[in-house]
T-cell receptor, first 113, second 109 residues
């Protein structure tokens, strides 16, 4: 494994369009997290998975956001009807176990125009 | 609740020391420290668990005072490579982790 992989690296979309991001965690990492980061701020928690189960979802996530992790492997984050306020870096992180530190991917930078 | 970091920014000369503080309003199980360079992903530095401990590697160390719900990151004899934004992440016993807004560290020659 070479780390956590995220695709695409950059996404420019028009307001109102749907976008989907993919995260491939380190294979033996059971926990997978999604965060959103805007310029000059720390990562904001969105949701996390323990294997295929989505265990927590932030109140930041409106009903336009959905995340999946089929079979406990890769994960996708979908944003429907994008708004300009969704523009941010979306970071995925995985963790082999509780309290062992996150490995972050390079992120997907979303720009909504 | 998001932890509070201080200072927001610090500028050092090579070889100088710095302390970055992180405090939380809720009981903590663990504190993580990460460094993020511009345009890159955050990189894990270390984790401190409940029980009050101090950790370190090389010239970067940290302490965790669970009673005060505070952690501090110590950078000694700073190097140019230490430049970046440092984030603390605090987690309760549900592993619900929140990150601070970050401390921007600039090390100048």
């Amino acid at each position: 494994d070479t780390g956590v992989s995220q695709n695409p690296r950059h996404k420019i979309t028009k307001r109102g369009q749907n976008v989907t991001f993919r995260c491939d965690p380190i294979s033996e990492h059971n926990r997978l997290y999604w965060y959103r980061q805007t310029l000059g701020q720390g990562p904001e928690f969105l949701t996390y998975f323990q294997n295929e189960a989505q265990l927590e979802k932030s109140r930041l996530l409106s009903d336009r956001f959905s995340a999946e992790r089929p079979k406990g492997s890769f994960s996708t984050l979908e944003i429907q009807r994008t708004e300009q306020g969704d523009s941010a870096m979306y970071l995925c992180a995985s963790e082999v176990g509780v309290g062992l530190g996150y490995t972050f991917g390079s992120g997907t930078r979303l720009t909504v125009v | 609740q998001q932890p509070v970091q201080s200072p927001q920014a610090v500028i050092l000369r090579e070889g100088e020391d710095a302390v970055i503080n992180c405090s939380s309003s809720k009981a903590l199980y663990s504190v993580h420290w990460y460094r993020q360079k511009h345009g890159e992903a955050p990189v894990f530095l270390m984790i401190l668990l409940k029980g009050g401990e101090q950790k370190g590697h090389d010239k970067i160390s940290a302490s965790f005072n669970e009673k005060k719900q505070q952690s501090s990151l110590y950078l000694t004899a700073s190097q140019l490579s230490y430049s970046g934004t440092y984030f603390c992440g605090t987690a309760d016993n549900n592993n619900d982790m929140r990150f601070g807004a970050g401390t921007r560290l600039t090390v100048k020659p």
